[in-house]
């Protein structure tokens, strides 16, 4: 999703925040190599379920 197409999904009350939220998403729950599917509260809207933890 790019972030034009992000930023229109995104509540009002949080864009001013939603840079660091994605970044704290980032670093403890979406981690690059290790994601921690199983309790990201997206997993049912991730599109890439393959990245899913063993
Ligand atoms: S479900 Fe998607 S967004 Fe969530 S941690 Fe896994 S890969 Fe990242």
Redesign the pocket.
């Known amino acids: 999703m790019g972030v034009e197409k992000l930023l229109k999904v995104i509540p009002g009350k949080f864009k001013m925040d939603v840079y660091q939220l994605l970044s704290l998403h980032g670093g403890y729950?979406?981690v690059a190599r290790k994601?921690?599917?199983g309790s990201?509260v997206?997993?049912d809207l991730?599109e890439?379920?393959d990245?899913?933890e063993v």
């Open positions: 729950t979406c994601p921690r599917c990201c997206i997993e991730c890439f379920k990245k899913t």
